[in-house]
């Protein structure tokens, strides 16, 4: 790929091309080779029990003639639903293995939001957690038998985890406990290690780097999520560009705490180990205390993370019984990081926090700061093989430095468009310099340097943690509530997780009086991912308008911090 000259490669890290040629074979060849390679090194870390690379692709290769065995095609979309842990790597390996593509589901998601994961890709087997395959298949029930799941494969965490785990006390009943194999009519369920024992072959893998690979669902603006079809070799590329950027080699040891369902999780923490032969420290969720023992006792080099994940680790009363002095690489994005706590990293471990940005829809990072040259509170510079702009939003022409505009992409990483959504892959490209780019919908400048920083958001979107929140799907959800007439939802600040998910609420005219805020609240935690809930409920008489009619929710934000 042709990359012009630009001001950032003055910063650019030293032994580095400016862009790469990405391998041409799929994402299975990496474990294929990393096993061959590495056969009896650590791939994976959980709690106090190992996996081996060749264990790890012998499950993958099992798992596969299991999904083969039970009609899963080339090309099938096959669902993913649990938590950070070894199954899940395995499971995401084995659909590849089967020439299926991956349909990665947040565990956080509800019964109500899991249709659209089975419908919108026409998945009819899911490899589900076996604490989450209730909601999976109470969401299968209330669709028409023609879409409903065929085939489920359950897995349980404990089964992950060796008699010496030191488990977070809050966690124990969640990992322990055995959750009976689910039956239901019209379809099959296989527990995991019955799965693992299939004898049956595999069927041979011919996946070529244009061919899809994994759809993982983002939400916009209007409407339901929409899957991002990537492909092996769009994928690839970042997996190779990751691992150099950030010094990577097999003896790489990686703490994964960023969740694999999401793109940064699956591409800088697995994608990228895999390839390079390293060894993934797994936690299912974010424990302060069971990071901090995990990156004294594995020697962790590498963390990948959400910047609050670092101001919780460092504000735990037993820090100092942590030893952080193995980390050379500490960086991540989803929320800018403070400029205290990047200082304090500094001064105690001469740790540069390195912040990147990245979508789903580029595979994550497309801008990462240079790990030897970061500025803080900033995006970074365009990653490896990135051709990177800031544009009028209306003129798309090209904002002088300093100026904002909306930052549009061009790469390798980028991907093909939304699945089954043309009308929204044609408004989400445009030509720039004769070249196709895709628009983040994020307003961002560039300073002289060429170092990018972002400004706003055109997209209406709320940053809690990190998690990205869009109120337009949290709205539909909210509808269904037989009390509300109109929601408009809002972001609020949140002095721990930036933002939080504030509804303003008109209920209809029976309703009043009869419904609490509070129980508004406990309706969405039972009907969606909690991240996603509303942490305040305000009731009102009515929603500002427009003369068209259209709610005026950005009014509603800008009077929020008063």
């Avoid at 020439?99 to 009819?124: C, F, G, Q, S, W």
């Avoid at 087997?125 to 604490?131: G, Y």
């Avoid at 209730?134 to 359950?154: E, F, I, R």
């Avoid at 993370?305 to 193995?326: E, H």
Wanted: net charge negative.
């Amino acid at each position: 790929m042709d990359m012009p000259v630009r001001a950032h490669h003055r910063f650019w890290p030293l032994r580095l091309p400016h862009a790469i040629e990405t391998p041409a074979t799929s994402l299975w060849f990496n474990l294929a080779v990393s096993a061959q390679r590495y056969p009896d090194k650590p791939a994976l870390v959980f709690f106090d029990r190992q996996t081996s690379y060749r264990e790890l692709h012998d499950q993958a290769e099992r798992l596969a003639a299991h999904l083969h065995a039970r009609g899963v095609q080339a090309g099938d979309r096959v669902i993913l639903f649990m938590q950070n842990c070894p199954q899940w790597i395995v499971a995401y390996y084995a659909i590849l293995r089967a020439n299926a593509v991956v349909v990665p589901v947040n565990p956080m998601n509800r019964a109500e939001e899991l249709k659209h994961y089975i419908t919108d890709p026409d998945a009819r087997v899911a490899i589900c957690a076996a604490d989450l395959a209730g909601d999976l298949l109470k969401a299968s029930a209330d669709l028409p038998p023609v879409q409903q799941l065929t085939h489920l494969v359950v897995a349980h965490y404990h089964d992950a985890i060796g008699p010496q785990a030191d488990i977070p006390p809050a966690w124990a009943e969640w990992l322990g406990t055995r959750h009976p194999l689910p039956s239901w009519t019209g379809g099959s369920a296989t527990d995991w290690a019955e799965a693992l024992a299939c004898t049956e072959p595999a069927p041979v893998h011919d996946r070529q780097p244009s061919d899809l690979c994994v759809l993982p669902y983002t939400s916009g603006t209007t409407g339901l999520p929409k899957g991002c079809m990537h492909t092996h070799a769009s994928l690839m590329h970042n997996a190779v560009a990751c691992q150099l950027w950030t010094g990577g080699s097999a003896a790489n040891v990686s703490l994964v705490v960023v969740p694999m369902f999401h793109i940064t999780g699956m591409v800088v923490g697995m994608h990228s180990g895999i390839y390079t032969g390293a060894t993934l420290v797994l936690m299912p969720r974010w424990d302060r205390e069971l990071a901090g023992r995990l990156i004294s006792a594995w020697k962790v080099t590498h963390w990948s993370n959400i910047p609050t994940m670092v101001i919780d680790l460092l504000a735990s009363p037993r820090f100092d019984q942590y030893d952080l002095s193995s980390l050379v690489f500490i960086g991540g994005g989803g929320a800018a990081m403070p400029q205290a706590v990047a200082q304090r990293l500094l001064e105690q471990f001469g740790l540069r926090y390195a912040e990147g940005y990245g979508l789903t829809e580029t595979a994550a990072p497309s801008h990462n700061n240079p790990p030897d040259a970061p500025k803080q509170q900033c995006l970074g510079i365009p990653f490896l093989s990135v051709d990177a702009r800031v544009v009028d939003p209306d003129t798309l022409q090209e904002m002088p430095v300093g100026e904002a505009g909306e930052i549009i992409i061009r790469g390798p990483s980028v991907f093909s468009g939304y699945w089954k959504r043309p009308d929204a892959t044609e408004a989400a490209f445009i030509e720039f310099g004769g070249q196709r780019y895709f628009r983040s919908g994020d307003l961002g400048r560039v300073d002289e340097d060429g170092y990018f920083f972002i400004t706003d958001r055109l997209k209406r979107m709320i940053n809690a943690s990190g998690f990205k929140v869009w109120p337009a799907e949290v709205e539909a959800l909210m509808f269904r509530h037989p009390a509300i007439a109109e929601a408009c939802v809002i972001g609020t600040r949140d002095a721990y997780r930036g933002e939080s998910v504030k509804a303003v609420v008109v209920l209809r005219d029976a309703a009043r009086g009869q419904v609490t805020e509070q129980q508004i609240i406990d309706w969405c935690r039972e009907n969606m991912a909690v991240y996603k809930m509303p942490r305040v409920v305000q009731f009102v008489d009515a929603l500002p308008k427009s003369g068209s009619g259209k709610v005026m929710w950005r009014l509603l934000q800008e009077q929020e911090p008063a």
